[in-house]
């Protein structure tokens, strides 16, 4: 089992910046993919940044540039720095881990508003 918690969501201006961390805990040696989606309300859940098993990084393509993920092992955290927020950016974003054997694990989620 692999546990999930994200923190850093707010309400955030257009245009400013915002850090979210998700921190994993449990059999993190089972990872093979660990990243951050997004859903806003009555829309799919969207890729936002990934870490792959090769340990390269996919990018949503409307958030390549303004989006960095990164992550801290010895901490076991994984970081999203959001820059140039737009209100359309507003959403519920969660980490999500994907073991070596197929099993997908989800944190509950951290509320990002992008509003004046």
């Known amino acids: 089992q692999v546990q999930l918690v994200e923190s850093g969501g707010g309400l955030v201006q257009p245009g400013g910046s915002l850090t979210l961390s998700c921190s994993a805990s449990?059999?993190?040696?089972?990872?093979?993919?660990m990243g951050w989606y997004r859903q806003v309300p009555g829309k799919e859940r969207e890729l936002v940044a990934i870490?792959?098993?090769?340990?390269?990084?996919n990018y949503a393509h409307s958030m390549k540039g303004r989006f960095t993920i990164s992550r801290d092992n010895a901490k076991n955290l994984v970081y999203l720095q959001m820059n140039s927020l737009k209100p359309e950016d507003t959403a519920v974003y969660s980490c999500?881990?994907?073991?070596?054997?197929?099993?997908?694990?989800w944190g509950k989620g951290t509320l990002v508003t992008v509003s004046s």
């Open positions: 870490f792959t098993s090769g340990g390269s990084i």
């Open positions: 999500r881990a994907s073991s070596n054997s197929g099993m997908d694990y």
């Open positions: 449990g059999i993190i040696f089972s990872i093979s993919h």
